[in-house]
T-cell receptor, first 114, second 112 residues
Framework: EAGVAQSPRYKIIEKRQSVAFWCNPI?????LYWYQQILGQGPKLLIQ????????DSQLPKDRFSAERLKGVDSTLKIQPAKLEDSAVYLC????????????FGSGTQLSVL | GENVEQHPSTLSVQEGDSAVIKCTYS??????FPWYKQELGKRPQLIID?????GEKKDQRIAVTLNKTAKHFSLHITETQPEDSAVYFC???????????FGTGTRLLVSP
């Protein structure tokens, strides 16, 4: 079974620039999550999708972060403009549905904002 | 909302010793508690999980215990090996449209 695919693997940008991350979940998984993992900390949920609808985006900094999952499959997370404190690994995860407890993570995108 | 605390932040053991990592959670409605292992530069991988209707679960050298009254759960690794060295995260959630909340992680170092 193919896992959660993410790209790019690494990204280096300067502050105030824009960046976008892409995620393709496991086939058939209705629920998709974006997590932010700052160095030395546990992953923090940014946004959760059920199919193409947003379930929880309470911790998404909406003034600069946006995410979409238009066709209920792959998803894009965007940051515009980036700040130094956005440096982190952005992990995408998926589960069969919101009632399926097991989350499967992608390898993440490591973002460095200079 | 849910809050998960994890201790210790680092743990060093000798190969063959046991290691115990403890977590506490705040929301008594939480009913699912997974543990993830994350090696340097790699994705978090689920190693074991437990639901609130079970007090203990074991999988070879790994076991998890849950005390619902005290709202804490623990990961036990026996006969540790160098390849167990990694960061371990506990997490808690209420099944359904509730987010999985992670602890801050424990860096386990197993010395040969």
């Amino acid at each position: 079974e193919a896992g959660v695919a993410q790209s790019p693997r690494y990204k280096i940008i300067e502050k105030r620039q824009s960046v976008a991350f892409w995620c393709n979940p496991i086939s058939g998984h209705a629920t998709l999550y974006w997590y932010q993992q700052i160095l030395g900390q546990g992953p923090k949920l940014l946004i959760q999708f059920q199919n193409n609808g947003v379930v929880d985006d309470s911790q998404l900094p909406k003034d600069r972060f946006s995410a979409e999952r238009l066709k209920g499959v792959d998803s894009t997370l965007k940051i515009q403009p980036a700040k130094l404190e956005d440096s982190a690994v952005y992990l995408c995860a998926s589960s069969l549905d919101a009632w399926e407890e097991k989350l499967f993570f992608g390898s993440g995108t490591q973002l460095s904002v200079l | 909302g849910e809050n998960v605390e994890q201790h210790p932040s680092t743990l060093s053991v000798q190969e063959g010793d046991s290691a115990v990592i403890k977590c506490t959670y705040s929301d008594s409605a939480s009913n699912y508690f997974p543990w993830y292992k994350q090696e340097l530069g790699k994705r978090p991988q689920l190693i074991i999980d437990i639901r609130s209707n079970v007090g203990e679960k074991k999988d070879q050298r790994i076991a998890v215990t849950l005390n619902k009254t005290a709202k804490h759960f623990s990961l036990h690794i026996t006969e540790t090996q160098p390849e167990d060295s990694a960061v371990y995260f506990c997490a808690a959630r209420i099944t359904g449209f509730q987010k999985l909340v992670f602890g801050t992680g424990t860096r386990l170092l197993v010395s040969p």
